[in-house]
């Protein structure tokens, strides 16, 4: 279906159903209550899910086929980011517009610096990638200030009038919207003392998540991903048969490109500015910590890795000492205050420790990140008890 094999159109599912019940999924425990600190069901750490998904599907495409490790990514989501604002600014506010500018010149963008960082491989081609992202983030902070706005970025002001849209009120600032359909607009459903809150933006990014998903799996299986596996495997082999792995690494840096590309757009979409603080060394660091986390080469590891690094960020990083005091609060005073000077280091502005060690744990016990910590426990459910293994006293051993 869709050309999709079964086990393909089977993690298809679960991804679709990741992203569709997002809002019950991530909002386990009821308001008020000491656990709902851990609740994420919010949009703006929804839409970083998705947008940080796409971001991650796209590398893994370089990274994972082919094995060319970039540290420059961060380059195209800041360069497609700018092209969806000025798109905004100049002319219209519906994201489309927006959308493919971002991807068409974060593809151009990505033609030339994989023209001439594909020229060297293994640590020269990352090293490349990371001064073309160091370059642009210098030009957009400061030379290319006009364009970029510099330190400040760019952001929709009430004296931007796109061409394409009607007629505002004197003061009125421009708001991303989908054929009117405005990208903040919520809706709040509430259970009890539950809140569930289905955001018109995080399912708009969803959506082009779960395409973006379904295009790297027909890459994945296509004529086109075997050829990136050989060049992963022994480009000398594949060379001596007569085939020219160029090509294939600058076309799977292009596509990677463009995934990234549409992610800067889309995160314009969400929140209507760009900065060069997008372009930075550390967002590409963060891009590579995402996918081999998850994954790398798998198709589900970006998704997974996207997802558990931003409920880090996001989530572990917010828990403070009142909410640590008030979790251990059933202690005696001397254990509870023992306990939170333990914990803390950890959590909090400490949250990079915890990710730190966790991160060392996955590199060490599951290199092949998530997805085969998933697989291993799955193993184990399936495998049979010493019982079962017996041979039947009635049948005939072999």
């Known amino acids: 279906m869709i050309g999709l094999n079964a086990k393909d159109w089977r993690i298809f599912l679960i991804v679709l159903f990741l992203t569709m019940m997002a809002p019950f999924l991530l909002n386990p425990f009821p308001e ?42 961060a380059a195209f989501l800041g360069v497609g980011s700018y092209a969806a604002i000025w798109m905004m600014k100049l002319v219209t506010t519906n994201i489309i517009p927006g959308m493919i500018a971002a991807i068409i010149v974060a593809a151009l963008f990505a033609l030339v610096v994989g023209f001439i960082s594909l020229r060297r491989s293994g640590i020269y081609f990352s090293i490349l990638t990371l001064a073309f992202a160091m370059m642009s983030y210098s030009l957009a902070y400061s030379v290319l200030t006009p364009l970029t706005g510099g330190e400040t970025g760019l952001q929709l002001k009430s004296t931007d009038a796109p061409i394409l849209d009607g007629a505002k009120e004197a003061g009125e600032i421009g708001r991303a919207n989908l054929f009117g359909l405005d990208m903040k607009s919520s809706y709040v459903l509430e259970l009890g003392n539950w809140a569930f809150t289905f955001n018109t933006g995080y399912y708009i990014c969803a959506v082009v998540m779960l395409l973006a998903f379904y295009l790297s799996i027909r890459i994945f299986r296509s004529p086109f991903g075997m050829m990136l596996r050989a060049v992963k495997t022994n480009q000398n082999r594949m060379s001596y048969t007569g085939l ?131 697989q291993k426990i799955a193993s184990a459910f399936r495998r049979k008890s010493p019982e079962d293994a017996k041979p039947n006293a009635t049948e005939p051993a072999e």
């Open 32 to 73: 008020g209550s000491a656990m709902a600190q851990f609740n994420a069901g919010y949009p703006d750490l929804m839409q970083r899910f998705v947008i940080f998904g796409i971001l991650a599907i796209g590398f893994n495409i370089l990274f994972g086929l082919t094995g060319y490790l970039s540290f420059g990514h």
């Open 244 to 374: 020219n792995p160029k090509p294939y690494t600058l076309a799977a840096f292009v596509i990677s490109g463009m995934y990234a590309g549409l992610a800067g757009g889309l995160m314009v979409a969400m929140d209507t500015q760009a900065g060069p603080e997008r372009m930075f060394w550390t967002a590409s660091g963060e891009i590579v910590l995402i996918t081999i986390l998850g994954g790398a080469g798998t198709l589900m590891g970006p998704v997974l890795g996207a997802g558990f690094i931003k409920y880090f960020e996001n989530i572990v990083s917010k828990i403070n000492k009142d909410i640590l005091h008030n979790w251990f609060a059933f202690l005696p005073d001397g254990i509870e205050d023992f306990l939170v000077a333990i914990v803390y280091p950890f959590v909090g502005k400490g949250w990079h420790l915890t990710l730190g060690i966790l991160f060392m744990l996955v590199v060490i016990f599951l290199p092949g990140g998530l997805v085969q910590g998933g």
